[in-house]
């Protein structure tokens, strides 16, 4: 992933535990499954693959299926060819695809698109490399629709970052449309409920969430002091809401490589 520096000593810091959060396990990419049915055959790029995790899920749904992926951190990397020594993969800046032109049918783009300032430079080249009825497929969390989570609640800070990192929906739709791609955007929702203690213990390893992360360690500690307290006066068994917001969006390129905008 193109990040800042200190995103990289993030995942450089956590990629050896960076599994190790049952949330982060992957299912097929059910859009891939969409996309596959209506055109098979192309290659597939993950972009800001990390650890490998999608890639390993979708080889053993679609074996043979020709994929790729690429992650700007080299310890995230060495983790994917420790599971996959077979996985293809490379490292590289996402805003300089070191990949020709329509190399790609499909690319797929979770949880990683607010490590990168640049979205213009982003999905333009994301652009070039999918191939005309290409498709991106970007997941990522939606921080608007979540703005009671519970680490926005206990770190502030969080809260301040996220709102810089990230875009609203509609400003990423603009993007995406602005250089021809056709869109469609799906939101998904829950709310889960965890105990004090549970959210304490994830708090705990800045490993869950790279918000957590990126935060400096006065802010975190500070965090971790509020938990304790709250913990303190109402028990480590009170019930927390904590709750997700999910984009899906769909991005299809244009039959005619030409209309860019």
């Known amino acids: 992933m193109s990040s ?16 190790a959060h049952p949330y982060r396990r992957k299912d097929p990419d059910p859009y891939l499954a969409d996309f596959l049915a209506k055109m098979p055959g192309g290659w597939v790029l993950d972009l800001a693959c990390g650890t490998g995790s999608q890639l390993l899920a979708n080889g053993q749904r679609w074996p043979g299926l020709k994929m790729v992926g690429l992650d700007l951190s080299a310890a995230m990397l060495r983790q994917a060819r420790h599971k996959a020594p077979s996985l293809s993969l490379v490292q590289g800046d996402a805003l300089r695809l070191p990949f020709p032109d329509a190399t790609f049918g499909y690319v797929s783009l979770q949880f990683a698109d607010h490590h990168i300032a640049d979205r213009d430079g982003l999905f333009g080249e994301v652009w070039r490399v999918l191939r005309p009825r290409g498709w991106l497929v970007l997941v990522n969390v939606d921080p608007w629709g979540m703005a009671d989570a519970w680490l926005y609640r206990y770190f502030p800070e969080a809260w301040e970052l996220d709102r810089r990192r990230f875009l609203p929906a509609k400003r990423l739709v603009r993007c995406l449309e602005a250089l021809g791609f056709t869109t469609r955007l799906e939101r998904q929702k829950g709310r889960p409920v965890l105990s004090l203690a549970q959210v304490y213990a994830q708090a705990q390893d800045r490993a869950t969430c790279s918000n957590l992360g990126l935060l400096p360690e006065e802010a975190w500690r ?17 019930p927390v809401p904590a709750p997700f917001a999910l984009l899906h969006l769909v991005a299809v390129k244009a039959d005619q490589a030409g209309v860019r905008r």
């Open 222 to 238: 500070a965090g971790l002091a509020r938990i304790e307290a709250e913990m303190a006066r109402r028990g480590a068994e009170v």
């Open 4 to 19: 800042p520096a200190s995103s990289r000593t993030y995942y450089s810091q956590v990629a050896e535990r960076y599994d």
